[in-house]
């Protein structure tokens, strides 16, 4: 089967810098992607990494190791607008399925 | 504007009805899915359609049914076999392919409340 874990709650200020980690475990892998879902919306795509190292989009980077079957989201520069759930979800055995973890919850304070 | 659309947005159900919610994406997705979200939890596989007249389980498809009969359709059926069917769901659609992103585009979402 496949199983994620990630910290369900985080909190920074505004201006920081904040790493949500996630963890999986899976039967073949392709990817770890990262969604962002504000309360009672519905979750908005943030980044995918199929192969080792960092990726970087505007505020927001993303980091997989394969080999250590982990990944994090970082978020610099925080705003308000970021306090949010974040998932991290694995493209496993059976590429169109895609497995969510549990989420973390992002607080950002003033 | 390309995008996928969910219906109802808010569903009331007694016991023992069955209700089916609507989802419709004109983005020309092969790749269809339903998540169901309970409060604080992560999304959980209910089905996925790679393609038309055709579909699979998720983690959690009992008292639940699908259909795909067209390609930018793909309505979920809410069972009365389904023992406890008040939570969100969530409606998405991805390109296929191994060399996609594996992005995932959601619909707004069906919050259904069983009375």
């Known amino acids: 089967g496949q199983s994620l874990e990630q910290p369900s709650e985080v909190t920074a200020v505004e201006g920081a810098i904040v790493q949500i980690n996630c963890t999986y475990q899976?039967?073949?892998?392709?990817?770890l992607s990262w969604y962002q879902q504000h309360d009672g919306g519905a979750p908005t795509f943030l980044s995918y990494?199929?192969?080792?190292g960092l990726e970087e989009t505007g505020r927001f980077s993303s980091f997989l190791s394969r080999s250590d079957s982990y990944g994090y989201l970082l978020l610099q520069e925080l705003q308000m607008k970021d306090s949010a759930s974040y998932f991290c979800a694995v493209r496993g055995a059976g590429f169109q399925k895609l497995v969510f973890g549990t989420g973390t919850r992002l607080l950002v304070s003033p | 504007d390309g995008g996928i659309t969910q219906s109802p947005k808010y569903l009331f159900r007694k016991e023992g009805q069955n209700v089916t919610l609507s989802c419709e994406q004109n983005?020309?997705?092969?790749?269809m899915y339903w998540y169901r979200q309970d409060p604080g939890q992560g999304l959980r596989l209910i089905y996925y359609?790679?393609?038309?007249?055709?579909?699979q389980k998720g983690d959690i498809a009992e008292g639940y049914s699908v259909s795909r009969e067209k390609k930018e359709s793909f309505p979920l059926t809410v069972t009365s076999a389904q023992k406890n069917p008040t939570a969100f769901y969530l409606c998405?659609?991805?390109?296929?392919?191994?060399?996609?992103?594996?992005?995932?585009?959601f619909g707004e979402g069906s919050r259904l409340t069983v009375l």
């Open positions: 983005l020309n997705h092969d790749a």
């Open positions: 998405a659609s991805s390109v296929l392919g191994q060399g996609a992103s594996g992005e995932l585009f």
């Open positions: 899976t039967s073949g892998f392709y990817g």
């Open positions: 359609s790679q393609i038309v007249n055709d579909f």
């Open positions: 990494n199929a192969l080792d």
